[in-house]
């Protein structure tokens, strides 16, 4: 089943989906580049849960027309960062394993290239950075969600996450509420099907 979209709002998905790709150009040949970048980067863990929507992202994120799939996720992530100069930007990556639960029993690996927004706050729950991140997502098995939403799906799609970070009272530590989605970026893979997750998640910089 082909997903259809106003012709409007296809042409800002494209755009969206055109500047990530650029993003993440940037930001690996950043780390390449950098002689000295792992040292003068930083390492950080996350730990986060979420539930799948039955919604395209646009509409997963509006209260009025989401809709639940009945299926869910946790997962942990090691990343690391290093900042643009003085800059308040850092570019980086996470490399994440996520468990489903629920319609699905998978396993899922990702490893986007990340572009991070991030100001030093230390006022609890003040929002303190954002982030997108864009790479790739391998599932174990082909995700049943993806296939009630779309009639078919495949194991390896693009991945990207956006998310917005809010500081807590303990030092280096942080909350974000992130969209986690899976794709075929716009026809570039066979298959068109994908997902997305509302997820809540904690972040420790060591």
């Known amino acids: 089943m082909q997903l259809q979209f106003e012709p409007s709002l296809t042409s800002f998905l494209r755009r969206f989906w055109c500047l990530g790709r650029k993003a993440a150009l940037a930001v690996l040949a950043a780390i390449i580049s ?23 992202w646009e509409k997963a994120i509006n209260p009025s027309e989401v809709r639940f799939a009945g299926s869910g996720l946790v997962g942990a992530g090691l990343g690391w960062d290093r900042a643009f100069g003085s800059r308040p930007l850092r570019y980086g990556f996470e490399a994440q394993a996520v468990k489903h639960f629920g319609k699905q029993d998978h396993l899922e690996l990702n490893l986007p290239l990340v572009l991070r927004y991030s100001r030093n706050l230390k006022q609890p729950f003040e929002f303190s950075g954002a982030a997108f991140g864009l790479g790739l997502s391998y599932a174990t098995k082909v995700p049943q969600v993806e296939v009630d ?18 500081a807590t ?17 716009f026809g570039i893979l066979d298959v068109d099907s994908g997902s997305t997750a509302l997820v809540l998640g904690w972040r420790k910089r060591l």
């Open 149 to 166: 939403r779309s009639g078919a799906s495949q194991r390896l799609f693009f991945y990207w996450m956006a998310e917005v970070e809010f």
């Open 169 to 185: 009272r303990a030092p280096d530590t942080s909350t974000y509420f992130r969209l986690h989605h899976r794709s075929d970026g």
């Open 34 to 56: 950098t002689t000295c970048a792992w040292a003068d980067g930083e390492w950080q863990h996350t730990f986060f849960s979420g539930s799948l929507t039955e919604a395209a």
